[in-house]
């Protein structure tokens, strides 16, 4: 039981860092939130010309900036008494993998609801905020955002969940004993990890939303 309640509130990232193969795959994957994050941009207030993949880089870049600036922040401030290079690599990981899975399921929605025309946007706001009475089908902050990305936080830590048990499968059997042996003291919350996430899409979503300032 330990165990299991364990597991459910940490981010599993053994099945990457220690597999060199998994880890160079991970280094390539994570550049897949471009064009990811150029639909879900530039989706919501349709196109917005030549401005669309510029803000998307740039948003793009700041938010892994951000990222790895709060891997060493949560490193220091919630699982390690001193600095340590792999602590700040586990952290980076895990809030990168979950980011770009949330991501990627956001995506998912805006393509589903791309069928309906009548709703359009995002398939979990939208229906928070009709259901709420609190705002249109566009980008904008406030708890119906917030919520709705804390639902996609959720569904890219379960993604990342279950990657991991199967990248786990893969390990040999010294990578599993060394994993089984680690002090895992530093192993990144999964809470923290998901309302992180959570922060960084809505905030990032709303910036490049149709009232943005670079619309």
């Known amino acids: 039981m330990k165990t299991l309640i364990y597991s459910a509130s940490r981010v599993p990232v053994d099945w990457i860092t220690l597999d060199s193969r998994n880890e160079n795959a991970f280094s390539r994957l994570v550049w897949l939130i471009l064009p990811v994050q150029y639909y879900i941009f530039v989706?919501?207030?349709?196109?917005?010309?030549?401005?669309?993949?510029?803000t998307t880089l740039l948003l793009s870049l700041a938010c892994i900036l951000a990222l790895l600036g709060l891997a060493v922040t949560c490193h220091l401030l919630v699982?390690?008494?001193s600095f340590s290079?792999?602590?700040?690599?586990?952290w980076s990981i895990s809030l990168l993998a979950v980011?770009?899975?949330?991501?990627?399921a956001l995506a998912v929605s805006y393509f589903l609801a791309s069928f309906n025309e009548d709703k359009g946007g995002d398939l979990v706001v939208g229906a928070i905020q009709q259901a709420t009475g609190t705002g249109e089908?566009?980008?904008?902050?406030?708890?119906?955002?917030l919520a709705g990305y804390l639902f996609y936080g959720i569904i890219g830590y379960a993604v990342v969940i279950?990657?991991?048990r199967r990248g786990n499968a893969s390990l040999n059997a010294a990578e599993r004993d060394r994993s089984e042996n680690d002090d895992?003291?530093?192993?990144?919350?999964?809470i923290t990890v998901i309302i992180i996430v959570t922060?960084?899409?809505?905030?990032?979503?709303?910036v490049a939303g149709p009232f943005s300032v670079f619309g």
Do not use: F, T
């Open 184 to 190: 895992r003291g530093d192993d990144p919350s999964a």
């Open 85 to 90: 290079r792999d602590g700040v690599r586990r």
């Open 99 to 104: 980011w770009l899975a949330a991501n990627s």
């Open 43 to 54: 989706y919501p207030g349709g196109a917005v010309g030549g401005d669309g993949i510029s």
């Open 137 to 145: 089908k566009l980008v904008q902050m406030g708890w119906p955002l």
């Open 162 to 164: 279950a990657l991991a």
């Open 199 to 206: 922060i960084l899409m809505a905030v990032a979503n709303w």
């Open 79 to 81: 699982g390690a008494e």
